[in-house]
């Protein structure tokens, strides 16, 4: 979200720097620790030991008598009956995880936590969100992490990336990629069990879906490219795994790609790749030369039947330069390409949500019942240490906290679960949501959340309805009952009528409103998107009748000056006049837009115009000025720019609340730095450019 630098896990460049200083006093050999005995780690074992790099350290299984039957076979000198008992030794640098793809995120993320390098087996997880989760647990804990795609560190397949960057067969049109097999009906196999993630498709078609985006990437002259459309069809079987299924991709610059996988039936599993200057075929594209020899590319010259043949030679085992390939990565700091960085990773995981979609197939563990633990496989709590910070508002007997939660974005639940049990994590408990958002389908994922984890009594939850055109008090009522039922709650924390209406007297809304909070439907209220005029005549008419009143409102609050309405009806407090009004009255505001919607990342620029409301809503020269300044303080304190701009809602002389919407845990994660900067009175002022 921020120009600060990053290494491709998100590491900033100084935490990259300190990285690289520990490894370098790393022993000569990186030490590994393997979680899994089953088939892919005896694998994995074997290429370690004909690696440069590596050298087995330890093995982890569930049941000791296997991890001592692998430490005979594979000449490993520490065996333990648990995976926690191998992340507790010390002489551990390195962990490969081969364990079923359910219990990927948990370990790899158990792994992160004890300070060990992580080489995961693909799919890195069960799915995008889990990858995130992943991914941020690397990045926080400064260890290195890597998907165990083995092809992408063959030779073979740099000789594949070079070949498509010189134009060897002019521009890539279409790409096909094909790896399935029959591996015969087993109903107790791993291939065919919903509950351990089975089918071909996170087996085996998550290769198909890398190999093609590495493709399509080349062609632009990038690590990866991220297909921009994906239609699935497949057979979904008796036990709910895909049994076989065909995924078509469309890639920037109108690249195609047919992909192909299944666990019942067998293909043929090449790699053909199409330009307008002839064909490149690869016999071999998934398990090169496993313990050494040569692969052939060959291509095809436009009209040509017959290929020039491109012989890869190597004398080391596949699975050994993989583990080379992490020892390389450790030492940098992050993955060399073709090698899987973590962006190639998330963007590969989200490539298989998508095809997964496509056909309608959701796993156990991705339903709400299945979402009983985090991603790290722990009962939900707030982690030591957090930087959150906390308010109060009248009427509501919890602690607020003073970032909250935009619940607009959330796909679904697996995604919904990942986002918010990381704000819990972080100190977070307050989330924001609307009768109108998704039509409803984000207050519903916010109910199942709240449900899965016990956690109701613990969060505030702010709702809003009474959205033009049904801004009155019968249609506000109406909504009113229908989040609530959405939500699975019966009452809300806070409730704010999403915009005004000028036509209805305002004493008929805090009468309707009055009547809800006695109801106990709502403990207090306020307005979004309301003018203090308003606010102000609310208020008169609460105090004339003995009522109560507007206590907080929501408008677009941010060191920016919102130019044009983001949409239609909003309204902006950040004036002078607005905010002296707050301060006087002791009216709480929760800010939205309070980074204003990414103006102080590198999005906005005076010469970038392709984001038109960012353009149309932010764009002027004050603004601009506002960001110059944002930029230099943020260089003097070390954070973002957009920690900055954040850091200046929430250090104002009034009660204030900022609303962020991440979509993703990395942008939760560089959000929150604002909490951790504190703005002098007067370094607010010149930040707004009044001194």
Not at 128 to 157: G, I, K, S, W
């Amino acid at each position: 979200m921020g120009i600060v630098k990053a290494d491709k896990c998100g590491r900033p460049v100084a935490e990259a720097v300190k990285t690289n200083e520990r490894n370098s006093k790393m022993a000569d050999k990186v030490r590994w620790g393997i979680i899994g005995a089953g088939g892919i780690a005896k694998a994995f074992a074997r290429g370690v030991a004909h690696s440069r790099t590596g050298a087995l350290q330890a093995i982890g299984s569930r049941s000791l008598e296997k991890a001592k039957a692998f430490g005979e076979e594979f000449k490993v000198a520490e065996r333990y009956g648990s995976y926690e008992a191998l992340l507790a030794d010390t002489d551990v640098d390195a962990v490969y995880i081969a364990t079923p793809h359910p219990m990927h995120g948990e370990w790899a993320i158990k792994a992160a936590e004890a300070g060990k390098h992580v080489l995961c087996e693909k799919p890195l997880t069960v799915n995008h969100p889990q990858a995130m989760a992943v991914v941020e647990a690397a990045a926080e804990n400064d260890v290195f992490l890597m998907e165990a795609f083995m092809y992408r560190c063959h030779p073979q397949t740099a000789r594949l990336v070079e070949l498509i960057k010189s134009k060897a067969i002019g521009d890539v049109r279409v790409i096909q990629a094909t790896f399935a097999f029959n591996a015969g009906w087993n109903e107790a196999s791993r291939l065919l069990d919903a509950q351990l993630g089975g089918g071909g498709i996170l087996d085996v078609g998550c290769y198909c879906a890398s190999m093609a985006r590495l493709v399509a990437g080349a062609t632009a002259g990038k690590g990866f490219e991220n297909p921009v459309e994906v239609k699935g069809c497949g057979r979904i079987g008796t036990t709910g795994v895909d049994e076989w299924a065909v995924a078509v991709l469309k890639f920037p610059g109108d690249i195609v790609a047919t992909l192909s996988t299944g666990v019942l039936v067998g293909q043929e599993n090449v790699v053909r790749i199409y330009g307008s200057e002839g064909h490149i075929v690869m016999p071999d594209p998934w398990i090169p030369s496993r313990e050494g020899g040569s692969t052939k590319i060959l291509v095809y010259g436009k009209g040509a039947k017959s290929p020039e043949e491109i012989e890869v030679k190597t004398g080391e085992w596949l699975y050994g330069i993989e583990a080379d390939a992490v020892a390389t990565g450790i030492a940098g700091g992050q993955a060399t390409p073709p090698a899987m960085t973590c962006a190639d990773s998330l963007g590969n995981m989200k490539t298989l949500d998508a095809w997964r979609e496509s056909i309608g197939l959701v796993y156990p563990c991705e339903k709400p019942e299945g979402l009983g633990r985090t991603v790290a496989g722990r009962t939900l709590s707030v982690r030591a240490g957090n930087s959150m910070k906390y308010g109060s508002l009248a009427g509501v007997e919890k602690k607020i906290s003073r970032t909250v939660m935009g619940v607009d974005n959330q796909p679904n639940i697996a995604h919904a679960a990942v986002m918010f049990d990381d704000f819990i994590e972080r100190g977070g408990n307050t989330f924001d949501t609307a009768h109108v958002y998704g039509g409803g389908r984000t207050e519903r994922l916010l109910g199942q959340w709240m449900k899965t984890r016990g956690i109701r009594e613990d969060v505030v939850v702010i709702g809003k309805g009474a959205h033009t055109p049904w801004c009155n008090p019968v249609d506000l009522t109406k909504q009113l009952y229908e989040s609530l039922d959405r939500l699975g709650t019966d009452y809300l924390d806070v409730y704010f009528m999403h915009r005004d209406n000028l036509e209805v007297p305002v004493g008929e809304f805090v009468d309707v409103l009055n009547e809800h909070k006695r109801a106990g439907r709502i403990r207090a209220f306020g307005g979004s998107n309301w003018c203090m005029e308003r606010v102000e005549a609310a208020n008169e008419y609460a105090r004339d009748k003995g009522l109560t009143g507007f206590s907080a409102i929501s408008n677009n609050f941010s060191l920016a000056r919102m130019i044009c309405p983001v949409w239609d009806g909003c309204i902006s407090a950040s004036d002078a006049a607005y905010r002296k009004w707050l301060k006087e009255k002791g009216i709480a505001l929760f800010a939205w837009s309070s980074q204003a919607r990414g103006f102080f990342t590198e999005r906005a620029h005076p010469e970038k115009l392709d984001d038109t409301e960012l353009v149309k809503c932010w764009y002027s020269e004050d603004n601009f000025r506002r960001q110059a300044r944002a930029r230099e303080l943020a260089a003097k304190k070390g954070v973002d720019p957009i920690n900055i701009a954040l850091a200046y809602v929430l250090c104002q002389d009034f009660a204030t609340f900022a609303l962020v919407g991440p979509r993703v845990l990395s942008e939760t994660r560089v959000s929150l730095r604002a909490l951790e900067v504190e703005l002098t009175p007067a370094e607010v002022k010149w930040l707004n450019l009044e001194a």
